[in-house]
């Protein structure tokens, strides 16, 4: 079993060797937190997004302004996208929840994942796109993932829900033995089904 501390450190890796990544699990296991603390890890510029509320257009592709330019023929006019700016700067990007956003919001993921691009235009500072999805079993309009798009990504952390004594320790600042005494009541005194009540974020 891997812990969150040894999921963080392979997705460090990851992104230093410019992969991309997908988690899934339930919600409440920490998934966007691991993501979170690897960036920070890496001092990197993070461009988080919940795919439920991105707006292809308006949040990634841009929105197209007219412009006039000079050319051997005189003055014309044309449409630029103008997209904001720390989409720009992202040196990585979080989409969460990507299996609840709109078909068109993965299509516009699935082009950064693949190529580093949003509409053909490159984002020079990218160097690494993750995701995190939950279970498509439970509701909560989740869907399955396309196939290809799942391909696309060269890391897959599976995320149970099992609680880690150093997230107490070093988030919540928590004695060791305190951490370690809730984590073992988590798992010793709890049925599965509470368990499933009390997500380790909810603890």
Not at 74 to 98: H, Q
Request: hydrophobic residues 40%; glycine residues 6%; proline residues 9%.
């Amino acid at each position: 079993m891997t812990s969150h501390t040894q999921m963080r450190a392979m997705i460090v890796k990851g992104i230093r060797q410019g992969m991309n990544g997908l988690l899934y699990g339930p919600p409440g296991v920490g998934k966007t937190q691991i993501l979170r603390d690897a960036v920070a890890e890496l001092g990197l510029t993070l461009k988080y997004f919940s795919a439920p509320t991105l707006d292809p257009w308006a949040d990634l592709v841009g929105i197209p302004v007219p412009v006039t330019v000079q050319t051997a023929c005189g003055p014309r006019s044309r449409l630029t996208f103008v997209r904001p700016a720390d989409v720009e700067e992202a040196e990585v990007i979080i989409v969460d929840e990507l299996n609840r956003g709109h078909p068109r919001t993965q299509n516009a993921v699935l082009e950064m994942v693949q190529f580093r691009t949003i509409n053909g235009t490159p984002l020079p500072r990218l160097r690494a796109v993750f995701a995190a999805i939950n279970p498509s079993d439970g509701g909560r309009h989740v869907h399955e993932l396309d196939p290809a798009m799942i391909d696309r990504f060269d890391l897959h952390f599976d995320v149970r829900p099992e609680p880690d004594a150093s997230y107490f320790v070093e988030r919540r600042n928590l004695r060791p033995d305190v951490a370690a005494a809730l984590v073992a009541w988590w798992v010793c005194d709890l049925t599965p089904e509470l368990r499933t009540s009390v997500s380790p974020r909810r603890l």
